[in-house]
């Protein structure tokens, strides 16, 4: 469907990607220069409209999806010019310049800028796509619920009944696919730590609705009935209608709640981003539910794909399930003599467990760089990024380079060792950095964790045969097949 997409489209196009592509090929070899001697950095623009974009995919298919990004770097160095996704675009693989591209710069140099089809679907208040002091208040109010004691005591006991439960409707079962499982897991924990909603007709309908949506984030970009675009969008649509519910609803119950005086601590994200005091600074509606839907994306399907990673890791590596299973199954025996329940520091404070979650998150490669646009000439390293153009920050390329690690396609949580969970540095960026560094890192370290810790010590597993495919998101290609046997 997709390559019948593309012929039709050029064919329809005519002339006018012809245009384009004249003016996209004037535009990146004019030489175009900056105040000092840096220059654009050398590149290959493609065909009309679809630029590189088929071996960027194809690429995505095998095993190895950082040889495009190879090829061309040993063709132009570090940082090359392309198409892809339909976007003409600078991409970095130098730790260094990508650092200069998180941090933005020191000032506001750049902005977030995806590819058409995810904008669309993102919406224009998305945190994910909004700059200056509206992210930044968001990034925070978020950031600091997420980290508060309050939050992570009552989610962890939130992940351990998902888990466990999910764990339980195993027995019997002798073979699953494990990707499904993982899924079924974290998003009730998201829908929980964001809105408050459990298990029932609501949580189900968010469910399928989401599936529907996310399969458009990276898709090409025509909107009309039948294509992915439209019916992604139009399940964006009944999602949105539901969390306003949600958010109208709390907004009322909140205000009841303040005419009788005192102020509940906020019981999830529609809480927090309602809970400004300040009538100057109250957020809107329309934006509070925009932006809690918008949410669940970067949560969706990062959390899951790294479980399962982190499954598919260890079955080839006997060792290192060994010594993690060995780690997991002391704490148990500690926590059942002193007959305590677990804290969220138990879970984070396994060495080995957090090393495996470091190595996983390294190979996985789960966002593997993110999108920027300059808005003004910026120059880094020699390099310049003119004005308008995209800059692709591609962390999959600093993770798998053999400058950066030893064996970068061996599996090797000992790598880790003594380097502790706060480990984010320009060479290993899984979570991004800067001032977008993701406010769920430690819930996604900490519901990995959990997951692993339970899944040690209840059962044993064989994972059948399979791959990891990394376009358009990071998979296993057929679910990942395990067979469990309880302990
Ligand atoms: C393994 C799991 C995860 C990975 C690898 C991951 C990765 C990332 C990365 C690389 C970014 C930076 C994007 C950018 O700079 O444009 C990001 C941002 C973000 N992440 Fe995560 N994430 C994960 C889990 C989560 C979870 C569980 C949440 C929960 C709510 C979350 C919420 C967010 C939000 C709200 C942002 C936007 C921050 C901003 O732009 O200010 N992420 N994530």
Redesign the pocket.
Known sequence: MWWLGASVGILLGGALPLLWWWWCRRQCNDGHKGSSAAAVPKGNLGWPLIGETLDFIACGYTSRPVSFMDARKSLYGDVFKTNILGTPIIVSTDPEVNKVV?QNHGSNSFI?AYPKSIRELFGEQS??QTNGPV?KKV?AL?GGFLRSPQFKAHITNDIQHSVKLTLESWKGTHRLFLQDETRKMTFQV?VK?LMSVGPGDDLEFMKSEFQEFIKGLICLPINFPGTTLYNSLKARERLLKMVKRIVDGRKMEMEMTADGGGKAAPRDAVDVLLGETDEKHLLPLDFVSANILE?MI??EE??PT?MTLAVKFLSDCPLALNQLTEENLELKKQKEELGDEYSWTDYMSLPFTQNVISET?RMAN??NG?WRKALKDVEIKGHLIPKGWCVLASFISVHMDEENYQHPYQFNPWRWEGKGVGVNNNCYT???GG??L???LE??RLEISIFLHHLVTTYRWSAEEDDIVYFPTVKMKRKLPITVTPL
């Open positions: 998180l977030p945190i994910l992210q990034h978020i998201l730590a949410m970067p949560g990062t959390v790294a998150l789960i966002i993110v899984p979570f991004g001032q977008r993701c406010p769920g819930l996604s």
